[in-house]
T-cell receptor, first 113, second 115 residues
Framework: NAGVTQTPKFRILKIGQSMTLQCAQD?????MYWYRQDPGMGLKLIYY???????DKGEVPNGYNVSRSTTEDFPLRLELAAPSQTSVYFC????????????FGPGTRLTVT | AQSVTQPDIHITVSEGASLELRCNYS??????LFWYVQSPGQGLQLLLK??????LVQGIKGFEAEFKRSQSSFNLRKPSVHWSDAAEYFC?????????????FGAGTQVVVTP
């Protein structure tokens, strides 16, 4: 199993551009999550999904959108990128079995200039 | 308010010495408690977790953590640190009222290991 995969690994965007961060998992996990990691701030939840077609906002959703059309994929869309969105983005997934163990992807480092 | 705190931003430890990382939470009951490790340029890996029962839990890579209800703490320890333990460590909680298992993270503790 590949686990949780994220593409791209690195990206530089200009202010106002848009992009989609891809996330896929092959563990048949129902739950998926997007976090951003900023220095000294830990990880903050952006959006999460509990199954195909079901998504909800986390702690810091502004400037982002998500969709979940399949169990495997959970893309994160940035519209009108801003310097404040410079961060490292992590996708994670988990089973709805009460263990709450999340499996993380390797991350995408995004710079907006 | 519900929160999780890691008081130490940065810790330097000599190889072979013991390590203890602190984690405190603020909540009216016992949350589900986790420690994750992030090696440079990598994603996060679960070290151990506590839900209930024995308050001393063993994890991977020789780590253990002790839950102390009276102190609302879940401190991570390792008796003898190896150079490969240099990483950032995150304490995280899931509050039992959360049906979807959303993790709330502390700010992290950066561990530097010196020869």
């Amino acid at each position: 199993n590949a686990g949780v995969t994220q593409t791209p690994k690195f990206r530089i965007l200009k202010i106002g551009q848009s992009m989609t961060l891809q996330c896929a998992q092959d563990m048949n996990h129902n739950y998926m999550y997007w976090y951003r990691q900023d220095p000294g701030m830990g990880l903050k939840l952006i959006y999460y999904s509990v199954g195909a077609g079901i998504t909800d906002k986390g702690e810091v959703p502004n400037g982002y959108n998500v969709s979940r059309s399949t169990t495997e994929d959970f893309p994160l869309r940035l519209e009108l990128a801003a310097p404040s969105q410079t961060s490292v983005y992590f996708c994670a997934s988990s089973r709805p079995d009460g263990t709450y163990e999340q499996y993380f992807g390797p991350g995408t480092r995004l710079t907006v200039t | 308010a519900q929160s999780v705190t890691q008081p130490d931003i940065h810790i330097t430890v000599s190889e072979g010495a013991s390590l203890e990382l602190r984690c405190n939470y603020s909540y009216g009951a016992t949350p589900y408690l986790f420690w994750y490790v992030q090696s440079p340029g990598q994603g996060l890996q679960l070290l151990l977790k506590y839900f209930s029962g024995d308050t001393l839990v063993q994890g991977i890579k020789g780590f253990e953590a002790e839950f102390k209800r009276s102190q609302s703490s879940f401190n991570l320890r390792k008796p003898s640190v190896h150079w490969s333990d240099a990483a950032e460590y995150f304490c995280a909680v899931v509050f039992p009222t959360d049906s979807w298992g959303k993790l709330q993270f502390g700010a992290g503790t950066q561990v530097v290991v010196t020869p």
